[in-house]
């Protein structure tokens, strides 16, 4: 068996358009159409492998969605030998290497943990999720990621049902047909993505439809449960600070594809070899002239502008109608400038154009929907460009120049497609897999390539010895027909002039025949050439990248563009894919104007359910020492007589969600124990006061009478103890005014010298500013701004409560040994274990993803002794550890990647003893 054949309909299987969603005969067999690890190699947890592709790049944060994957529902959506345990599976392939090597390529993911955002075809009744729960409204969610306006690209994908590769099969020559669905990392479609307001019943709701080529591709909607999708939103450049300029270029996008996906045709014999017909600037600009004339124009202007799009030449697939579309709202403003002033039309057509576009909003049947077989594009508003809005390279400055040669997505031509596959699939630039080892394989796998690259530049020897032999054979044919002795003399010169042609052909076959021999006579030693070169280990993928580059500059010359019409060309599914990958050795924006940020993994409804809510954390209560009143001015503990020593107090405050016996607990200053508390519980939320005295025989219902608190107004202290003889509040007070009540929020002002010289400051429990407490009030040992691991004396005991931790400033300087190492800026909270027993660690309460790595002994070199990601199926996290009495540890407060940051609410909590 060959080991790769691409005939042209292989190639419209790499270049995407595709609607189908089986799997080949060839895939089959080789144990890849229903996913799993039937080709060898066990399937096991993402954590069990290195991370590879995800944790290259992080994006702008997207909406967290409500929803998650219910992996019983996707198993059976797409079966497999070993049953997919973690989503990440699904948007990964496990590859098999000769050399008995098994590595997980992170192909569909983005840097960021999964983000599930359900779709349906349809509303009503039959609208359910995997939970059996109605939701009514198909799109409902998407509407949350995507309001009425915004525009986005949905990356169609097979690779759920292709999530094995077995490079060590191709390399002993079996099912090289198999690479077909891996070779255009499965990305096979893409739909444009806009967000709108439309009907459902007799109300108005934010929905979302997508744009196709074809038209009536999916009826404007997205497709079935297994044929998913990634969404993603564009991404303007650095330079383009004005946010309001992104909200008129999406505008500005958002008409040009309403326009252009209402005038444009796709080619039905779809192959791959149809040219990128606006494959540069110019020309982008000369078919947006083409398209307004097609909506707009009049007469003979406008038939000849509709029958450019019906020539093969101008015929537009998918990804080109997302190519062409952006381009041209990147490049051409809809306003007067952009259109008139510009020599692109006329006053007049410009001004019926925008008339169009007008009564398209107001709900008139026009252009742009009655040449849609989309229904839902009546949907879509139209928008006019402001005035002053110029094309987006003018906003470059000093990079102006550069800018204007580029369009949305750099064109592609075939060895760069290629290259993509093999950066994705065969990662040699991560040397945790080998890096460089990596290189036989690659050599293998691009050799294997060949003959279906030689069909796609039009270079296949078989493809014009057919030509030849069914020349000949039509002449053969009519000379045999000719020998007819009664034939009359008109069908002999009728027969006589149809072999004239057919030896023509024939003729014009066999010379292009031998020019495409002569050709390949060349090509083959480059071909040898580059396969040899990238076969070939290197010192360093760096060292391997610089030699090959003038293979690569010298490949693309010859694989196109091979003349005007943009053959050679191609911007396929996959460009999109690689774009918001940002695989593209360091360029952000992968060449083009905009870049693409992640925005989630698209999922049928039916395969999700609502995250369950966390379970509540146990009850823990958190009582401290919230006020003092040591000079008290009046009758405040409601004896009916005011004594300066009675009427002073104290208050507790439960402010856990446990109730606590205070048996054995007590109040002391620094010479003796002032009260000691018996039979009296504090319920959660709960306060008592603890006054001095009272007259003889005056009870409190709630409240407590001590025998004395012996508070000095020129300067004492109060600490709460607990049972264990533990701090648990502790109040400090220099000389005082009559009634001036001493609290913990005077405490926290008065001691935020002490809190900056620990080195937390940004760092904060509910309630203080400026600064983490211990319940008693002194420092807790934690990071610093700089150094997540900077110290500052013996750490203190970590106290039960809720703490609240800001990660913005931090750096990711220790990695965790789970949560893909934990990418995000850490806090390091130092403490000293006050007793032998287990605590909780929860950071539920939290919105961010976190992870939770605990060390014991020193903190940048001591051991990792637990870790935890994810806890309870929710993106937060928990650990529950054994601490020993007199250790110190360290407990890393990090998130999974760098685009989570901010507050983090830490629960501490202790088995009781």
Same mark, same amino acid.
């Not at 169009?356 to 508003?381: F, M, W």
């Not at 057919?502 to 090509?523: D, G, N, P, S």
């Not at 083959?524 to 580059?530: A, K, S």
């Not at 090959?548 to 196109?560: D, E, F, V």
């Given at each position: 068996?060959?080991? &790769?054949?691409?005939?042209?309909?292989?190639?419209?299987?790499?270049?995407?358009?595709?609607?189908?969603?089986?799997?080949?005969?060839?895939?089959?067999?080789?144990?890849?159409?229903?996913?799993?690890?039937?080709?060898?190699?066990?399937?096991?947890?993402?954590?069990?492998?290195?991370?590879?592709?995800?944790?290259?790049?992080?994006?702008?944060?997207?909406?967290?969605?409500?929803?998650?994957?219910?992996?019983?529902?996707?198993?059976?959506?797409?079966?497999?030998?070993?049953?997919?345990?973690?989503?990440?599976?699904?948007?990964?392939?496990?590859?098999?290497?000769?050399?008995?090597?098994?590595?997980?390529?992170?192909?569909?993911?983005?840097?960021?943990?999964?983000?599930?955002?359900?779709?349906?075809?349809?509303?009503?009744?039959?609208?359910?999720?995997?939970?059996?729960?109605?939701?009514?409204?198909?799109?409902?969610?998407?509407?949350?990621?995507?309001?009425?306006?915004?525009?986005?690209?949905?990356?169609?994908?097979?690779?759920?049902?292709?999530?094995?590769?077995?490079?060590?099969?191709?390399?002993?020559?079996?099912?090289?047909?198999?690479?077909?669905?891996?070779?255009?990392?499965?990305?096979?479609?893409?739909?444009?993505?806009?967000?709108?307001?439309?009907?459902?019943?007799?109300?108005? *709701?934010?929905?979302?439809?997508?744009?196709?080529?074809?038209?009536?591709?999916?009826?404007?909607?997205?497709?079935?449960?297994?044929?998913?999708?990634?969404?993603?939103?564009?991404?303007?450049?650095?330079?383009?600070?004005?946010?309001?300029?992104?909200?008129?270029?999406?505008?500005?996008?958002?008409?040009?594809?309403?326009?252009?996906?209402?005038?444009?045709?796709?080619?039905?014999?779809?192959?791959? %070899?149809?040219?990128?017909?606006?494959?540069?600037?110019?020309?982008?600009?000369?078919?947006?002239?083409?398209?307004?004339?097609?909506?707009?124009?009049?007469?003979?202007?406008?038939?000849?502008?509709?029958?450019?799009?019906?020539?093969?030449?101008?015929?537009?697939?998918?990804?080109?109608?997302?190519?062409?579309?952006?381009?041209?709202?990147?490049?051409?403003?809809?306003?007067?400038?952009?259109?008139?002033?510009?020599? &692109?039309?006329?006053?007049?057509?410009?001004?019926?154009?925008?008339?169009?576009?007008?009564?398209?909003?107001?709900?008139?049947?026009?252009?742009?929907?009655?040449?849609?077989?989309?229904?839902?594009?009546?949907?879509?508003?139209?928008?006019?460009?402001?005035?002053?809005?110029?094309?987006?390279?003018?906003?470059?400055?000093?990079?102006?120049?550069?800018?204007?040669?580029?369009?949305?997505?750099?064109?592609?031509?075939?060895?760069?497609?290629?290259?993509?596959?093999?950066?994705?699939?065969?990662?040699?630039?991560?040397?945790?897999?080998?890096?460089?080892?990596?290189?036989?394989?690659?050599?293998?796998?691009?050799?294997?390539?060949?003959?279906?690259?030689?069909?796609?530049?039009?270079?296949?020897?078989?493809?014009?010895?057919?030509?030849?032999?069914?020349?000949?054979?039509?002449?053969?044919?009519?000379?045999?027909?000719?020998?007819?002795?009664?034939?009359?003399?008109?069908?002999?010169?009728?027969?006589?002039?149809?072999?004239?042609?057919?030896?023509?052909?024939?003729?014009?076959?066999?010379?292009?025949?031998?020019?495409?021999?002569?050709?390949?006579?060349?090509?083959?030693?480059?071909?040898?050439?580059?396969?040899?070169?990238?076969?070939?280990?290197?010192?360093?993928?760096?060292?391997?990248?610089?030699?090959?580059?003038?293979?690569?500059?010298?490949?693309?010359?010859?694989?196109?563009?091979?003349?005007?019409?943009?053959?050679?060309?191609?911007?396929?599914?996959?460009?999109?894919?690689?774009?918001?990958?940002?695989?593209?050795?360091?360029?952000?924006?992968?060449?083009?104007?905009?870049?693409?940020?992640?925005?989630?993994?698209?999922?049928?409804?039916?395969?999700?359910?609502?995250?369950?809510?966390?379970?509540?954390?146990?009850?823990?209560?958190?009582?401290?020492?919230?006020?003092?009143?040591?000079?008290?001015?009046?009758?405040?503990?409601?004896?009916?007589?005011?004594?300066?020593?009675?009427?002073?107090?104290?208050?507790?405050?439960?402010?856990?969600?446990?109730?606590?016996?205070?048996?054995?607990?007590?109040?002391?200053?620094?010479?003796?124990?002032?009260?000691?508390?018996?039979?009296?519980?504090?319920?959660?939320?709960?306060?008592?006061?603890?006054?001095?005295?009272?007259?003889?025989?005056?009870?409190?219902?709630?409240?407590?009478?001590?025998?004395?608190?012996?508070?000095?107004?020129?300067?004492?202290?109060?600490?709460?103890?607990?049972?264990?003889?533990?701090?648990?509040?502790?109040?400090?007070?220099?000389?005082?005014?009559?009634?001036?009540?001493?609290?913990?929020?005077?405490?926290?002002?008065?001691?935020?010298?002490?809190?900056?010289?620990?080195?937390?400051? %940004?760092?904060?429990?509910?309630?203080?500013?400026?600064?983490?407490?211990?319940?008693?009030?002194?420092?807790?040992?934690?990071?610093?701004?700089?150094?997540?691991?900077?110290? *500052?004396?013996?750490?203190?005991?970590?106290?039960?409560?809720?703490? *609240?931790?800001?990660?913005?400033?931090?750096?990711?300087?220790?990695?965790?040994?789970?949560?893909?190492?934990?990418?995000?800026?850490?806090?390091?909270?130092?403490?000293?274990?006050?007793?032998?027993?287990?605590?909780?660690?929860?950071?539920?309460?939290?919105?961010?993803?976190?992870?939770?790595?605990?060390?014991?002994?020193?903190?940048?070199?001591?051991?990792?002794?637990?870790?935890?990601?994810?806890?309870?199926?929710?993106?937060?996290?928990?650990?529950?550890?054994?601490?020993?009495?007199?250790?110190?540890?360290?407990?890393?407060?990090?998130?999974?990647?760098?685009?989570?940051?901010?507050?983090?609410? &830490?629960?501490?909590?202790?088995?009781?003893?």
């Amino acid at each position: 068996m060959r080991w &790769l054949i691409l005939s042209t309909v292989a190639l419209s299987l790499i270049l995407g358009c595709d609607d189908g969603d089986e799997a080949s005969p060839a895939q089959a067999d080789m144990g890849l159409g229903g996913g799993g690890g039937e080709a060898g190699g066990e399937d096991v947890d993402p954590e069990g492998l290195p991370c590879v592709g995800k944790c290259d790049w992080i994006g702008e944060a997207p909406i967290e969605s409500r929803y998650v994957v219910d992996l019983d529902v996707v198993n059976q959506i797409w079966p497999g030998a070993q049953p997919v345990t973690h989503v990440d599976q699904l948007f990964s392939v496990l590859i098999n290497l000769p050399t008995g090597q098994v590595l997980r390529a992170a192909s569909h993911l983005f840097g960021a943990p999964v983000n599930v955002i359900p779709y349906h075809d349809e509303d009503g009744e039959q609208v359910i999720d995997a939970a059996g729960q109605p939701v009514i409204q198909g799109d409902a969610e998407l509407s949350i990621f995507f309001p009425p306006g915004s525009i986005g690209y949905a990356i169609k994908h097979h690779r759920p049902a292709h999530r094995v590769l077995d490079f060590g099969a191709l390399a002993q020559g079996a099912g090289a047909d198999a690479l077909k669905e891996d070779m255009k990392l499965q990305d096979t479609h893409i739909e444009l993505v806009v967000g709108v307001e439309r009907p459902l019943g007799d109300q108005q *709701v934010n929905g979302v439809i997508t744009l196709n080529n074809p038209q009536n591709y999916q009826r404007g909607r997205f497709g079935s449960a297994d044929y998913p999708m990634i969404f993603v939103r564009p991404a303007f450049p650095d330079y383009l600070e004005d946010v309001s300029l992104h909200l008129a270029f999406e505008d500005n996008i958002r008409t040009m594809m309403l326009a252009f996906n209402a005038v444009s045709t796709f080619p039905g014999d779809y192959n791959g %070899g149809d040219p990128l017909a606006a494959w540069s600037p110019g020309l982008v600009r000369e078919h947006t002239r083409q398209m307004v004339l097609a909506v707009a124009g009049e007469g003979p202007a406008q038939a000849d502008a509709v029958a450019f799009f019906q020539s093969q030449a101008h015929m537009i697939y998918c990804a080109e109608l997302g190519h062409v579309a952006t381009s041209a709202g990147l490049l051409v403003p809809i306003n007067r400038a952009g259109l008139v002033e510009s020599g &692109l039309i006329s006053e007049a057509t410009y001004q019926r154009f925008i008339d169009i576009l007008t009564a398209h909003n107001d709900g008139l049947r026009t252009p742009l929907t009655e040449r849609n077989d989309n229904s839902y594009a009546q949907y879509v508003k139209a928008a006019i460009a402001p005035e002053d809005l110029r094309p987006l390279p003018t906003y470059a400055g000093a990079a102006q120049a550069d800018e204007e040669a580029r369009l949305a997505f750099r064109p592609l031509t075939m060895p760069e497609i290629v290259e993509g596959f093999l950066k994705t699939h065969i990662p040699r630039n991560d040397a945790r897999l080998g890096g460089e080892q990596l290189a036989p394989v690659q050599g293998a796998v691009l050799q294997a390539l060949k003959p279906g690259l030689m069909e796609a530049m039009g270079m296949d020897d078989s493809l014009y010895v057919s030509m030849v032999d069914r020349a000949t054979a039509e002449v053969q044919a009519l000379e045999e027909d000719l020998l007819e002795p009664e034939l009359s003399e008109i069908t002999r010169g009728i027969l006589r002039e149809q072999a004239q042609a057919a030896r023509a052909r024939q003729a014009e076959a066999k010379a292009q025949l031998e020019v495409v021999r002569a050709k390949r006579a060349a090509i083959d030693g480059f071909y040898n050439q580059l396969v040899a070169l990238v076969a070939t280990p290197h010192e360093s993928y760096e060292a391997f990248r610089a030699a090959l580059a003038p293979l690569m500059t010298q490949a693309r010359g010859i694989a196109g563009p091979r003349d005007d019409s943009g053959a050679g060309l191609f911007v396929p599914p996959s460009a999109l894919h690689l774009v918001a990958q940002r695989s593209c050795d360091g360029d952000d924006r992968c060449g083009g104007l905009i870049g693409l940020n992640y925005v989630g993994h698209g999922f049928h409804m039916s395969a999700v359910r609502l995250v369950e809510p966390p379970p509540p954390p146990p009850p823990v209560a958190i009582v401290t020492l919230t006020q003092v009143m040591p000079r008290p001015g009046a009758d405040y503990n409601g004896d009916g007589v005011f004594d300066p020593r009675q009427d002073e107090y104290a208050v507790l405050h439960n402010m856990g969600t446990g109730a606590q016996d205070l048996t054995g607990w007590s109040l002391s200053d620094d010479v003796k124990t002032r009260h000691e508390f018996d039979g009296v519980t504090l319920q959660p939320g709960e306060m008592i006061f603890i006054f001095g005295g009272a007259v003889e025989g005056f009870t409190l219902s709630n409240d407590v009478i001590s025998r004395g608190l012996g508070l000095n107004d020129t300067g004492d202290a109060l600490t709460l103890w607990d049972a264990n003889g533990q701090p648990q509040g502790r109040l400090a007070w220099p000389r005082v005014a009559v009634d001036q009540l001493i609290t913990q929020a005077d405490i926290c002002a008065e001691g935020q010298q002490q809190i900056a010289a620990c080195g937390v400051e %940004g760092v904060q429990r509910r309630g203080c500013a400026n600064g983490l407490w211990g319940a008693w009030g002194a420092c807790v040992e934690a990071a610093s701004l700089l150094d997540a691991c900077a110290e *500052v004396g013996a750490p203190a005991p970590l106290m039960a409560g809720e703490y *609240v931790i800001d990660n913005t400033p931090m750096g990711n300087r220790y990695p965790a040994s789970c949560g893909m190492g934990a990418q995000g800026g850490e806090v390091a909270l130092a403490f000293t274990a006050s007793h032998s027993g287990r605590a909780h660690l929860r950071t539920i309460n939290t919105t961010l993803d976190t992870v939770l790595h605990l060390r014991r002994g020193a903190c940048a070199e001591g051991e990792e002794i637990a870790c935890n990601d994810d806890i309870d199926g929710v993106l937060q996290s928990g650990l529950s550890v054994e601490l020993v009495e007199g250790e110190v540890y360290h407990l890393f407060i990090d998130t999974y990647s760098i685009n989570h940051v901010g507050p983090i609410t &830490l629960t501490v909590a202790f088995d009781a003893e």
